[in-house]
């Protein structure tokens, strides 16, 4: 039996528009047909994912009546029913459209604004009424080229309304949603605005429901910055924001590449997946990825299953990391459980401040002391090798 | 009368080991003699400066006894009494030791850790006997390059407690001291915690007495990571939390270069400036900054000089921005102050929610109307190259 | 009189892509309505321009037949002749089609590298007929996602083939045309062939006719990876291998972003139009830019001008450069001239070899001299700065 | 026994100034104590390396006698003859001193520019004797910070007289020695010279006597600008030109890390392992990195073993594609072996260039072809991760 099958049980989801890209890009027209969403609920049902996600305009075409909709809605949740596929999160498009150029919540204009609201309130109702307990907010068009057309902190002041009414309307409705900021650096704007998950947990944090709103980190987007996605998604964990994640891989410094889990960066990946699995993260592992623009339908499913296999393996690892005597041997010599021990375990009262400066500390002794973190690197990487 | 020549009143700063800097890189040795810091004092007043911060080890040598230490804090008091400089920072050294290899407040090792905070309580009572209102924390090896080693979530608490612990002691000893932190992505460790002005934002929110802790964003720091600085420094201002600034020049995606304040991205540093004087920003201009590897002494002098006149040719460019009547027109033609609008002047009640779900939008006519970016970008740069 | 109005006499050129730009990106769909080649030829001659340039398919609509094509040209030929505009150079659209999903001239399939050969050698006769004397390479789909499918030194013998077969056309033809090799390092595919100028101009001494084909350096391509342009530049122009250039602006590490020339890094701007006037560079000064995709067509038109007259204004910064005293006196400080000198005036001879090491350095002496930089580099700062 | 023991027949070199390498970096003073080299060389025996390589200082202190210097010799090739450890390349060390701040051979100063021709003179004589093959030149401080201040074609003739002469010099004396350049992009320079493969091997077409002079490709330098390392390796060795390697591990857009072979980039790593078995090259595998600072002499000896493993690890890594049978079929859906086939078997003659004109494409059909390379890719990292 294949030791790294996927089920529905490890909670992989994908959106409508990764297994439906279409492969155009900025210098390439499109490669792939549409593929329609009934299809694509099935295809992943029979690859082992345990949902699907989408934006608003992935499912329901733009400009479609009432009744267009409901038609799309009733034939999309027939095949959720038929497949046991569920639809854990929801997002909305405000980026595609020409009318969100200038942004979505953040543009000048103050109809866009309300617009763009109307817009996301209509698709958090959507979202609800399929079963999404997230709602992703991207804000891909909040950000600007030109500095001076755009004062920051007005722009930080209308995103922050447009939480704070978002948030007003999932209370007044009492629906069981949480919102998930994903930040991005860049592209398709020069700067965007909240462009790392530092600057986004910083953000929820003047908002007025701030209980309601947290972080959906993606692998490529704070790997662009060349920061390190482990790192960014452990203080989110640390922070109680971690409400969703995007996995994918990314080159440091380049445009944003969505790749296949793992195809990049395997190193990251790893240290990503076992913080996730150590932390017993109860979350969705989504894939926010496409298909190499070269690939057919087919090679869209290989895509698929590449981003679980991935994730089942270095989980796997992740496990073995834990069992492995050397590691843990290695872990021990280099000290890091010291790292759990208070600094001052009774608190930093005047006593224990006082005592600290006439404390004798042994400088030489201390800056003596190996690290052992070569070693330990050099087992780790053994082990992602698969020769230990 | 030159319009460029710095006043005390711009209070403009540098510190010790600016202008101490004495050229020694990775690869290579010393090209500048040592800098007195009486001498050092003696040159930035002559300069024009208002101030001069240190770290305790650029005015005292590390292994000093306590009369060797009130010495030469005497010598360096007459300076400032001599030419009126004042002290309005300090900071610690805790990362040039070959101690603090694993860290200093998230060292694996808590006597390492103990002695970070002695050494820090200890400069702390330094900087105050001096004047200072604010302490900067660099946390220049807190962070790891083998991630197996080092818990983040561990390093985090124990961040955070060393924070804490200094906190208590300011409130315990009525000291009227802010502490600022300053973060940086990488070097001299592979990922440093806390890299963005964003993820410093964040952690602060969860520390035991947030007021007492903003930040020291560095031009180089954030701009390393390819991330606007000014709207870093923007957010922080937003969050009530600038409460230092390191003034620089820095090319993405390379080593800390800390060069000469607009050297590179004179773009970037004109909307920084622009931003803080708009903001009437009452902080000090401390550049953080040294001579190219190459220089001498005269040299050092002239790099002092070119940090403070490009920072007042940048602020009456600002002005000027203001008093134009073109790039006024183009704002106007852009629509900029429209975002100063709230999106819902009602609040998110039901109603006001109700009533944007019911409001035609005409997308087409919102979507043809063009940004007017390009004439206001390009008059923006016509600004700054003197051509108008 | 305004003294950076452009005239033909100046050689500014724009591509037919560069003005009719549509605002499509990877997030969203097109925002301004296409623009007619003639109608782009008479914009750009009342704004000065002195040619245009164009791909097969910017000109020639993809499909069309023999009798279409030949209107199309008439149609342009017929405003070519009444503004008097030039089409200095021309190219070939080898990556928007899906059949150029694996590449053109590396494609796997040889019925591709067949497909685009013959397209070029159709674009070349259309450009020969239309003037131009430098046909543009750019090999936008010549790379790879997946290391393992694609043997580089198999890619550089096709790549190398196809150019050894595009320059005997030439030959057999008599045209009197150049082939200019256009380097870029990534997107849209993950890594491309031939990256930098540096790897481009290699490549080329290992073509059959390497006389025949030099380098397009782009000023966004070789500023994505961090390198300096304008030393590419100077190293193109050192090897007798700058045939064309496309002026642009990019942000280091993002996305290809084709910014107006001089909307960001006007330093580099500055040293790269510095450089080609002072070598009195005889080509075409193109713009392969684009207005921001927020423009309508007022913008796109503001773009353009903005393009030439932030050349013409750093065209005249750089000649005041050489005028002006005290930047002469800075470079005469910091002995710039004495690198013309040679290192061993006689050659490597056995004896001058010899002398040289028995000749007595005063290393320290050398090593306390100043390299005077910081005083120039804040001067030719505030040249640019225009309060000099 | 162990598979991925290394033994002198895999030809692994380390350099005096690597195993060496004291810790020191630019915010931290050293922290290992000094290693003798001739305890190095006993200890790089023992560890299963074919050589040692150094700089002039790293064997002989700076300003030593010349009976001093026979002394070390003496005792350094005593070691070497004990232990049979090989000195297969030498190199100048041209950036510790202060004389070479402003560069070596493209130094303002013509007698800066003498004395680092006549040390590297001292130092071929010095590497000759004691065996090397191959001489490596970096440029570091090759560069500038201040671009007005140094001419690029002037320094470019500079750098071309040096190695003139020293090719001159080789030849003149008989010396079994090729020159081996390694680019670097920046630091410690803000720019430097020759900063990629490419541009160091176009260069070396301009030099007098290009067939002594090839390259030394190093990990870090070329991924630090986010090139891949893979293929400028193959570029090199597609020019005839790779005469030597550095072996290291580093992250985009980072300080020069110079980590353990393997530590980041594990696959880029695999690919270049392949790269060179695939190839059969003769040429050493150096390793140019150094332990992290925070490892004591033990792990340093860590530091080194982890290099040559995981080479040996990836090397069989490398042999195991070749014989995996998926993966072969993967790479013959992908139609690999076809981009070995000409694209014009009879040449480009004009009757081959005309059929070209008249072959009917199938574009349609040739679009939709699937490029299989999700498949192959996601079986090339499963067999990375020793999971196939």
Chains 1, 2, 3, 4 share one sequence.
């Not at 498009?93 to 979505?104: I, Q, R, T």
């Not at 939480?163 to 949603?177: H, T």
């Not at 109680?240 to 445009?255: E, M, S």
């Amino acid at each position: 039996m294949d030791p790294y099958a996927p089920a529905p049980s490890d909670h992989f989801t994908f959106g409508l528009w990764t297994v439906g890209n279409r492969g155009r890009d900025p210098f390439g027209l499109e490669t792939r047909p549409p593929l329609d969403p009934v299809r694509a609920v099935h295809a992943l049902a029979e690859l082992g994912a345990y949902g699907v996600n989408f934006h608003d305009d992935d499912l329901v075409p733009p400009g479609s009546s009432a009744a267009e909709r409901d038609a799309v809605v009733k034939r999309f949740r027939g095949a959720l029913e038929a497949t046991g596929l569920r639809v854990p999160m929801a997002t909305t498009n405000l980026f595609s459209h020409p009318v969100f150029k200038d942004g979505a919540f953040t543009a000048h204009e103050p109809a866009v604004r309300r617009y763009a609201l109307a817009k996301t309130l209509d698709a958090i109702d959507l979202g609800v009424s399929l079963g999404a307990e997230v709602y992703v907010l991207w804000g891909g068009r909040e950000g600007v080229e030109c500095d001076a057309a755009k004062d920051v902190a007005s722009a930080l002041d209308r995103y922050a309304e447009a939480l704070n009414a978002l948030c007003a309307y999932v209370r007044q409705q009492g629906y069981p949603l949480r919102f998930a900021l994903e930040p991005k650096p860049n592209e398709p704007r020069g700067d965007l605005f909240l462009p790392t998950v530092g600057h986004a947990l910083a953000f929820i944090e003047r908002l007025e429901d701030p209980d309601l709103v947290g972080l959906n980190p993606e692998f490529a987007h704070e790997t662009m910055s060349g920061l390190s996605f482990h790192h960014a998604v452990a203080q989110a964990l640390w922070s109680g924001k971690l409400f969703h994640i995007d996995l994918n891989a990314q080159r440091i410094g380049k445009y944003d590449q969505d790749f296949r889990f793992g195809a990049e960066g395997v190193r990251d990946a790893f240290y990503l997946v076992k913080l996730l699995e150590d932390a017993g993260w109860p979350g969705m592992r989504h894939f926010d990825a496409h298909a190499y623009r070269g690939e057919d339908e087919a090679g869209v499913l290989d895509f698929a299953r590449g981003c679980m296999r991935t994730y089942l393996i270095l989980r796997e690892k992740a496990r073995r990391f834990h069992g492995d005597p050397e590691i843990q041997a290695a872990l021990a010599e280099a000290r890091a459980a010291a790292l759990r021990e208070p600094t001052l375990p009774a608190g930093p009262t005047r006593d224990a401040l006082s005592a600290l400066r006439s404390e004798a500390f042994d400088l030489d002794a201390l800056a003596a002391r190996g690290s052992g973190c070569e070693r330990l690197d050099q087992l780790v990487n053994e082990l992602l090798l698969g020769v230990r």
